[in-house]
Each structure stands twice: as C-alpha cells, then as structure tokens.
C-alpha cells in the first residue's frame, strides 16, 4: 500500500470514528464558525526549484462534532513568490542569446476538508489536523531577452487539479484568535510538478 493510499484510509476513517462517536452531542458542540487566514507560504522539493515564498489567504467554515472534534471545510489561495532561474544560455547553451532571463513563479486553489482534534476546547489551546482535498496547481515560466535593441518576452502557464493532502498543528490563542503551522503535498505525477508547501497561517474566526 503507498503512502497516499494509507493515508487516504486513516483519514476518512477518523472521520468516521469521529461522526459515529459524537452521537450524544451537546449544543455548544454543534456550533459553526466562520473564519479567514493569512499565510506564509514556503515551497519545498520540485516546486522550490521553480517558485520561492509567498503568501495564502484562506476562508474556512468549522462545526464541532463532539467535544473535543471537528470538521472543518476551506478554500486557500497560495501565491509563491518568483525565482530566478538564469538564462537562455543556462537552458540552451547554443542559443547565442547574451542579454536574457529566464524566471519561474507559481501559485494554487485548495479546496479541502479537514478533521481536527483538539487537545483542550474549541475556544483555546492545542489542536492537530489532517485533511483530504483537491490542489489546482500553476506553475509559470516567463523568458525575456533583448535581440537587436528589441525587448521581446515570453510566458508559458501550465496547470492540473491533482489530489492532495495536509497535516499539521495549531495553537487557539483565544475563541476568535488562532496559529497554524502545516505542510501540503499533491503529487504532480510523471508529467507535472509536485506540489509541495509549508504554510504558517495567522487565522481569524467569527
């Protein structure tokens, strides 16, 4: 079994322990909450190679489904910041091209659906998460040149929707006040880049 496959498994069935076990809920358990983060993000593996850091804003909305669990849905939005990758020459030794550069950038859409566990409360202290979801990822590569006097540039944008997935941790400071710290991976396959973050988030809930 690959790590994905087993990780996929352990995680819908937490899920499910977590659903069938909160059956006598209390009121205060059952409450949803709104919420919305600011992230640094900071790509590792094949994506640090074409991308350096960036930021994520996210909005999420969290029921408790007993007293020290809940479901959490988000969406995030991860810009990484643009590295520079060298030049013509650098890629094609026999382009003949002295005055270029060549730079990468990327960013993704995660939709994703967590299940957190709380060491403490919902309103404060120490939490660990694990999610499932879908990362759509963008990588760019943009060439620029001068030829003849002629600044002439071009991008390329390629992207695919792959299956990904998120653990982490994270600290309630206070009911509405929040940290997180976590690490997303979605592989890219033979015929794209694997996706691969660290995320520090500051995070707000209503």
């Known amino acids: 079994m690959n790590t994905k496959t087993f990780l996929s498994r352990a995680i819908c069935a937490g899920l499910f322990a977590g659903l069938v076990g909160s059956a006598p809920l209390k009121a205060q358990d059952q409450s949803f909450r709104l919420g919305a983060g600011l992230s640094i993000v ?20 969290e ?19 643009e590295k520079d990758l060298g030049t013509f020459s650098d890629w094609l030794p026999s382009s003949g091209i002295p005055n270029s550069k060549v730079t990468g950038s990327a960013n ?25 979801g879908i990362v759509n990822g963008t990588f760019k590569i943009k060439a620029e040149a001068t030829v003849l006097g002629t ?3 071009d991008t390329e944008d390629l992207s695919k929707s792959k299956l990904g997935y998120s653990a982490g941790l994270g600290y309630n400071i206070s009911r509405n006040l929040g940290l997180e710290a976590s690490l997303t991976a979605a592989s890219g396959g033979d015929d794209f880049v694997d ?5 520090v988030s500051f995070k707000y809930r209503f």
């Open 195 to 199: 996706f691969n973050w660290v995320r």
């Open 108 to 132: 993704a859409l995660v939709l994703f659906a967590d299940y957190i566990l709380r060491f403490e409360s919902h309103d404060s202290g120490l939490y660990a998460f694990a999610g499932l």
């Open 63 to 81: 029921v408790g489904i007993a007293k020290t669990m809940a479901l959490r849905g988000r969406v995030e939005y991860a810009l990484f910041g």
């Open 151 to 153: 600044n002439i540039s």
């Open 42 to 61: 900071s790509p590792y593996g094949d994506l640090a190679d074409t991308a350096s850091l960036g930021f994520g804003l996210s909005v999420f909305g």
